[in-house]
């Protein structure tokens, strides 16, 4: 056995890779946690993984999915985006659909992504097969994104004019407020980028499909 200590956030690109060279160099992914991912030894090349992001479905929808998966015979593993350790906690997710709007700890709160392996083949390995279903899938994440991005901007905003603290001097509160307020914005406009990147992966896919928008 394993154990690699490991945060990605919503860098899921980056987590797939990892999960995939882990399972080239003969590492079989067994149990996921908020930071820890537990592996057993394999052939080279064995296994291969998927990163899904799952956090826009209501707890039963992402539930019934992962059972359909796993009757394809995949490995599914859930996992956090948001490093939170707290129990009974409840977010309201705008870019949702419907119940998934909310998430609810117990439920779907830090299960925002399913981690998803299967045995290496010579077939694809795709979730998302159709350019319609991919179509709509990027457009969720970049609908995600977006919103997280102008949640981050307006916070940092917020930090940066209106910070207060009684116990520091206000020069130092002005360069923290500067400093923590430009990290957020920072941030949030990267979240930007992400959202523009998945926006246009989409448009390509409804052009494929032939939707055209």
Aim: proline residues 3%; hydrophobic residues 40%.
């Amino acid at each position: 056995m394993k154990k690699c200590y490991r945060y990605f956030g919503s860098l899921l690109n980056r987590q797939e890779r990892w999960l995939n060279k882990m399972a080239a160099a003969g590492w079989h992914l067994k149990e996921a946690g908020k930071l820890c991912y537990t592996f057993e030894s394999c052939a080279p090349g064995e296994y291969e993984y998927r990163v899904e992001f799952a956090a826009h479905m209501a707890y039963k929808k992402s539930k019934d999915y992962r059972a359909f998966l796993e009757e394809l015979g995949y490995e599914v593993f859930c996992k956090n985006i948001n490093l939170n350790w707290s129990v009974g906690k409840a977010v309201w997710r705008p870019w949702g659909e419907g119940a998934g709007q909310i998430s609810t700890s117990p439920g779907s709160f830090n299960k925002e992504l399913l981690l998803v392996g299967r045995r290496a083949d010579a077939r694809p390995f795709e979730l998302h097969t159709a350019p319609e279903d991919k179509a709509e899938y990027m457009g969720m994440l970049a609908r995600a994104f977006l919103y997280r991005a102008a949640a981050l901007i307006a916070l940092g905003i917020l930090l940066g004019m209106y910070g207060r603290s009684d116990w520091l001097p206000e020069a130092t509160l002005a360069v923290g407020r500067m400093i923590g307020g430009g990290l957020l914005i920072a941030l949030g406009i990267w979240m930007l980028w992400r959202a523009y990147g998945c926006g246009r992966e989409a448009r390509l896919y409804r052009e494929e499909a032939g939707t055209g928008q």
